[in-house]
């Protein structure tokens, strides 16, 4: 290349960028030059020389992106198997600005081509992203759509250990990758480690998204929220009486009763000696037990109390006294004194079911069907017909008397994707794709409310614990909440970038969270309508949530099937909790909240210490078989994927779910 070209190169080169003061330097210096002045003559330096040649290929030659990230890809699926795992996160977030790049210049056939050829490397893992990345096909659509503008304004957090990125680098500068050397520097932050490469090639934070958005979850994240229980609750007269130890205090003094019986029968019955020692074990683990549930209660009784901010409803001497009844039968749950699990099995609804739900004493189940029915079955009902299945199929839905063993409610003109009970389970709540949500009471069969509000399908909605208010979520990416006597909203919740999945109210109904297709959790002031937590770190959408009893912690599971924990107060995951292998459809907190049972697409349900979750240290947290310690117990179904799970009152494990027939 001849110096002059190289002049008029540069000089167009920083006229094109902007650097205005850096052309009029340039101008003075080839002044001088020209004059005799000495100089540094950039000409004759082979490297920028190198370098100033590989500017000059045309900026628009499409073909440059194909070649890098092909050559790139290569190198880092030729690498050893000890650092590949690290090298090859940079491929996602270097495929998807390559392909954004291609765009914005108008290379639409080019960046079409490039997409179609790579994309299946990134399918497991990014499959919903590429497909929304899929419709980006003008450099318009950059600029409009919320979705490529998040990725744009972003970085990339990639964490690396020191060997990785040095081979890293020295490829880019042994090839003289320009191009993607760009685009890694302007997309990719590195957090580099030293010492050897982390083992767990799937590890949730080795690579997260972090930029203008990160910045946005960080300013919102220092809002205070005020996360302890209501004032003068139920729970908190009953905790203030003593109502809750009586159970353990009572459970141990019949340990000790037992303990002297025994010891009498070992004194005077040699011959009996193996029963007794079974009898011991048996007392020592109701000593443990005991100690549990007070050491449970009295962490619970340090929760703090908060007022409310919404007009909470009356409650009758009757339903109260029932409640506290409950309340008082409670079973005391731990790590060694797991729950009962009833399991009711929808059959024969050729994958019509899109949702069901449980009545809090296991009396009710309903379910949301894809021909816009809801259909509610009394469990005593059909005890006295002599069946056990929830059946669905026209021709085999009628019992021994002649009459259909469920009850039809009709009214939604679209597939009904979620019904809830009501916490005394009186009214069902129902939504729906026809963009409207339905109030139904189980005394009158009959539909009272049809509220109307949402502009697209309605994926959920859930009653508050104190059942006058509900909340509800849609695919119109906003959420809203409602009282039960007026059919507009009360509030509306917007700023989640996609589908809002998945809605569920904190325990003193001051706040809601919402579960989203962009792969984050948002919680929500109930008076304000404004968002006061982001919770970052999903890989999928979020598909179900829950709150702990005492409003301090939430769980959230994906389509990946893992569930994490979080603390509400700091936004902080504090753990991962893995072991489904497919979607995460419910979760459920025990009532002293120390399991969480989860439901999955898997046909599992699983039950975590979640108790011992919130206590590991940092160094237990790297420990690769933490995650199976905290795993108490794995329940299979035959075929049945878990749509819904719900610990009543008194702490018994209800789950539901269709079977389906297993794949050939």
Request: charged share 20%; hydrophobic share 35%.
């Amino acid at each position: 290349m001849d110096p002059e070209q190289v002049d008029e190169f540069v000089m167009g080169y920083l006229k094109k960028k902007g650097f205005n003061s850096a052309v009029k330097h340039l101008q003075e210096s080839l002044h001088h030059n020209n004059n005799g002045t000495n100089s540094i003559d950039y000409h004759n330096d082979p490297d920028l020389t190198k370098l100033i040649r590989s500017f000059s290929q045309s900026e628009n030659d499409p073909t440059r992106y194909r070649e890098g990230y092909s050559k790139l890809r290569s190198w880092g699926y030729n690498s050893l198997d000890l650092y590949k795992h690290e090298l090859l996160r940079v491929m996602y977030p270097v495929f998807i600005h390559s392909y954004m790049d291609l765009v914005g210049k108008g290379h639409t056939q080019e960046a079409r081509a490039f997409f179609k050829s790579f994309r299946k490397d990134h399918e497991e893992i990014h499959l919903r992203d590429l497909q929304k990345l899929e419709g980006v096909l003008s450099p318009s659509h950059l600029q409009e759509l919320e979705f490529a503008c998040s990725l744009r304004q972003s970085k990339v957090n990639i964490k690396i250990c020191q060997y990785s990125y040095d081979l890293l680098l020295q490829y880019l500068h042994r090839t003289e990758s320009t191009l993607m050397l760009g685009i890694i520097n302007e997309h990719i932050n590195f957090q580099v480690y030293s010492g050897q490469p982390d083992s767990a090639s799937d590890n949730l934070e080795a690579a997260t998204i972090v930029g203008s958005f990160q910045e946005t979850a960080d300013h919102v994240n220092q809002k205070e929220i005020q996360w302890g229980l209501l004032e003068d609750s139920l729970e908190d007269r009953l905790e203030k009486t003593g109502g809750l130890l009586s159970d353990s205090e009572k459970g141990q003094g019949e340990s000790k009763a037992g303990d002297m019986v025994d010891s009498k029968k070992r004194s005077t019955e040699i011959g009996k000696q193996g029963s007794s020692i079974k009898k011991l074990k048996k007392d020592k683990a109701g000593n443990a037990t005991a100690k549990v549930a007070r050491q449970e209660t009295s962490m619970v009784l340090q929760t703090p109390r908060v007022k409310p901010e919404l007009a909470m409803p009356v409650m009758s001497t009757d339903v109260e006294e029932s409640i506290l009844e409950d309340l008082r039968s409670r079973v005391q749950l731990s790590s060694v004194a797991m729950p009962s699990v009833s399991f009711y099995t929808f059959v024969n609804t050729h994958n019509g079911l899109n949702s069901s739900s449980i009545s809090h004493d296991g009396s009710l189940v309903a379910g949301g069907f894809s021909d816009s029915s809801i259909k509610v079955w009394d469990m005593a009902k059909i005890g006295q017909a002599g069946s056990c299945a929830l059946q669905d199929e026209n021709d085999r839905n009628v019992g021994l008397c002649g009459r259909r063993s469920y009850t039809l409610l009709l009214g939604h003109s679209g597939p009904v994707y979620s019904a809830t009970f009501s916490p005394l389970g009186d009214y069902v709540l129902s939504s729906s794709a026809d963009t409207t949500i339905r109030l139904w009471s189980t005394k009158l069969n009959a539909n009272l409310v049809c509220y109307k509000g949402h502009n697209h399908t309605v994926w959920d909605a859930q009653f508050s614990p104190f059942w006058h208010y509900f909340a509800s979520c849609s695919h119109d990416r906003t959420a809203r909440v409602w009282s039960m006597d007026r059919i507009q909203p009360l509030r509306m919740m917007a700023g989640h970038l996609s589908d809002v999945d998945c809605v569920q109210w904190h325990p003193n109904c001051n706040y809601i969270a919402t579960g989203s297709s962009d792969k984050t959790v948002r919680l929500w002031d109930v008076q304000t309508g404004e968002c006061v937590r982001i919770f970052i770190g999903h890989r999928s959408m979020v598909l179900s949530l829950a709150m702990s009893p005492d409003g301090r912690y939430m769980a959230s599971g994906d389509e990946d099937g893992t569930i994490m924990m979080w603390e509400l107060s700091t936004a902080r995951c504090i753990t991962p909790l893995m072991g489904h292998n497919s979607c995460v459809w419910t979760l459920s907190y025990s009532g002293e909240g120390s399991l969480l049972a989860s439901g999955s697409a898997d046909c599992t349900v699983r039950l975590w210490d979640v108790s011992s979750s919130t206590k590991l240290t940092k160094a237990e947290e790297k420990n690769g078989n933490s995650n199976r310690l905290r795993s108490l117990r794995t329940f299979p179904t035959k075929s049945t994927p878990v749509h819904a799970l719900r610990f009543s009152r008194r702490n018994l494990l209800f789950a539901a779910g269709a079977i389906s027939k297993p794949s050939s």
